[in-house]
Structure formats: C-alpha cells, structure tokens
C-alpha cells in the first residue's frame, strides 16, 4: 500500500456523464472536495479526452479509463498516445498479450493499471464468458501475471484486495470499484464493499461514480468518503 500525502488523493470520482459541460458542473460543485477524476466511455466519447488534458493542466489528477484491450501493436500505439495526455492512470484489460503491449507502450509519469475481473461479475457471469475460474481465481491469476509483466497496479474489488496484496507484494497499486457508502443502491455491481472496509482491506483508490453523480450534495458525499477512509 503506498503512502498518500493528501488523503483526497484516495478518492477517484468517476465522470460518468453524457457531456463535458455537466463534467464540468459537478467538478465545480465537488470543488476542494476531490482531487482525482476518471474519465471513461462515456465522456471520453462525448469530448472528455480533450477535458483530461485541461483537467491535468489545471493540477488535478486524471484517470483514463480506456479499458484497451487489441493486438498488441494497437494497444501499445494507444498507450504511447495517451502517454502525451498529462494522465496519471490508464486502464488495460489484463490479458497477457495486451499488458505487455501496454508496458512497451507506457511513457513517463503514466502508470498502467490492469482490471483484472470487472467487478459487475460473479461466478456465473465469469462462465457465462466461459471461464473455468471462479472469480477469486481469475482475479488471483490475471494479479500474479500482472505483476510479473511489470503492470504499475490492479483494479480488482476490495473483497481480493487481500489476496491481491499478497500475490502482488506492497509497491503496485491496487485500485477498487464497485464501493458503495452504507445504504447506497449496489446497480449492477455484484462485488461491491463501503469506503471504510475497501481501505482496511488494504486498497490505495477507491473509484465511485454514480453515489456522488447522483447525489443531491456530491461535495458533501465525497468529503464523507474520504473522511471514511482517513
Ligand atoms: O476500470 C474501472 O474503473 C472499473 C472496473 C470495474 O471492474 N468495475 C467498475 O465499476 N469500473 C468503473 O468504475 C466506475 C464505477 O461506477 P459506480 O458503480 O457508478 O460507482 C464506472 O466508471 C466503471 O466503469
């Protein structure tokens, strides 16, 4: 688990918002609150990669949540190119072929993070897909060849933050989604586990979208996460 000087600095607030303009507006209703945004599908499709570059440039921290996942000449293309975007988190599939393209591909001051099992699987979603693991397998597999790779940390749920830990050892990141405040509705997330436990389990981000997107006061929801986890 690293050290984090600023506690906000836990707290990743998903953007998962049709626009840059309400990306904007709720950023300026978190205000001092949070100091770590993600950008994903969802705005990064609707303008929001222009935004992490001005969001980087503003000092704030960006996460580009891509999920890369091709032949390894375009995932390490891709990670070279998002390389220049003032990022500090990139996001790849962990398959083997597409994390060792990620880390020939990954430039200076941009760290790779893996997502090892999404965390709206369990066991019958991962046979569904035709996995012969169950799901604490896989994530415990695809964590260990992470690591020998050299991926820079893992995005599991906090329920294997654990056991990611011990495959992984104390200087890669291990970054959880998938957490809920007490009371807050799980969606589609089927791993899922609060603020607090997520950091006794030993995790270094916590990622939360729609508890604070939805919320009628987000600056106040992500004050009391990171709060929590202090
Ligand atoms: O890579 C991710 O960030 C991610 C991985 C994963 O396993 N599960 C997961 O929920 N996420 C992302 O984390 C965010 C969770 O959002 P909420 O469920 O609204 O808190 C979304 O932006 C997801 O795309």
């Given at each position: 688990?690293t050290?984090?000087?600023?506690?906000?600095?836990?707290?990743i607030v998903?953007?998962?918002?049709p626009s840059?303009?309400?990306?904007?507006?709720?950023?300026?209703?978190?205000g001092?609150?949070?100091?770590?945004?993600?950008?994903?599908y969802?705005?990064?499709?609707?303008g929001?990669?222009?935004?992490?570059?001005r969001?980087?440039?503003?000092?704030l921290?960006?996460?580009?949540?891509?999920?890369?996942?091709?032949?390894?000449?375009?995932?390490?293309?891709?990670?070279?190119?998002?390389?220049?975007?003032?990022?500090?988190?990139?996001?790849?599939?962990?398959?083997?072929?597409t994390?060792?393209a990620?880390?020939?591909?990954?430039?200076?001051?941009?760290k790779?993070?893996?997502v090892?099992?999404l965390?709206?699987?369990?066991?019958?979603?991962a046979?569904?897909?035709?996995?012969g693991?169950?799901v604490?397998?896989?994530v415990?597999?695809?964590?260990?060849?992470?690591?020998?790779?050299?991926?820079d940390?893992?995005?599991c749920?906090?329920a294997?933050?654990?056991?990611?830990?011990?495959?992984?050892?104390?200087?890669r990141?291990?970054?959880?989604?998938?957490?809920?405040?007490?009371?807050?509705?799980?969606?589609?997330?089927?791993?899922v586990m609060?603020?607090?436990?997520?950091?006794?389990a030993?995790?270094d981000h916590?990622?939360?979208?729609?508890?604070?997107?939805?919320a009628?006061?987000?600056?106040?929801?992500?004050?009391?996460?990171v709060?929590?986890m202090a």
């Amino acid at each position: 688990m690293t050290e984090i000087a600023d506690p906000r600095d836990r707290l990743i607030v998903a953007l998962d918002l049709p626009s840059v303009q309400a990306a904007e507006a709720l950023i300026d209703r978190i205000g001092d609150a949070a100091t770590f945004y993600k950008i994903g599908y969802q705005l990064g499709y609707a303008g929001g990669l222009a935004l992490a570059e001005r969001l980087a440039g503003r000092g704030l921290k960006v996460f580009l949540d891509l999920k890369l996942h091709d032949i390894g000449n375009t995932v390490e293309e891709g990670v070279r190119s998002a390389s220049g975007s003032g990022a500090t988190f990139l996001t790849v599939h962990a398959y083997p072929q597409t994390m060792r393209a990620a880390v020939r591909g990954r430039g200076a001051g941009l760290k790779i993070l893996a997502v090892t099992v999404l965390t709206s699987y369990d066991d019958a979603d991962a046979a569904e897909a035709g996995y012969g693991l169950p799901v604490a397998e896989l994530v415990a597999k695809r964590a260990a060849q992470a690591a020998e790779i050299g991926i820079d940390g893992l995005v599991c749920s906090a329920a294997e933050a654990g056991s990611v830990r011990r495959i992984v050892g104390p200087d890669r990141l291990i970054v959880t989604p998938g957490i809920r405040p007490a009371g807050a509705e799980a969606g589609d997330q089927k791993r899922v586990m609060t603020p607090g436990d997520a950091r006794r389990a030993g995790i270094d981000h916590v990622v939360v979208g729609r508890p604070i997107t939805g919320a009628a006061d987000p600056r106040a929801v992500a004050q009391a996460i990171v709060s929590e986890m202090a």
